[in-house]
Nanobody, 124 residues
Framework: QVQLVESGGGSVQAGGSLRLPCAAS????????VAWFRQDPGKVREFVAA????????GYGGSSKGRFAISRDNAKNTVSLQMNNLTPEDTAVYYC?????????????????WGQGTQVTVSS
């Protein structure tokens, strides 16, 4: 199995940027796709972005398209989420998740492995 650890969260003003790395360990030699989700208390977990094993295919949720970019460096076992032009509506706990295989999904139920999350707070 793969273990995931997110970092890079923090507080930023509206219009600012943050980069969230997701470091993987464990069975990382087998191909796995990674997604980012976010969740506010009392709300459903929202799909943000995803990337397949070779990085060929990516997908974005409606609120992140055009502002966020997902990338990966398999040599470093890291998937990063670059977030630009942040707004207060982006405030949430951000989670990375993984599933073995070369497909990505927008539903959190499809992912088997999760990190502990990192808090992002955007002030106006």
């Amino acid at each position: 199995q793969v273990q995931l650890v997110e970092s890079g969260g923090g507080s930023v003003q509206a219009g600012g940027s943050l980069r969230l790395p997701c470091a993987a360990s464990g069975r990382t030699d087998s191909g796995y796709s990674v997604a980012w989700f976010r969740q506010d208390p009392g709300k459903v977990r929202e799909f943000v972005a995803a990337i397949t094993w070779k990085g060929v295919n990516t997908g974005y949720g409606g609120s992140s398209k055009g502002r966020f970019a997902i990338s990966r460096d398999n040599a470093k076992n890291t998937v990063s989420l670059q977030m630009n032009n942040l707004t207060p509506e982006d405030t949430a706990v951000y989670y990375c998740a993984a599933i073995y295989g070369n497909s990505w999904y927008g539903s959190p139920e499809r992912y088997d492995y999760w990190g502990q999350g990192t808090q992002v707070t955007v002030s106006s």
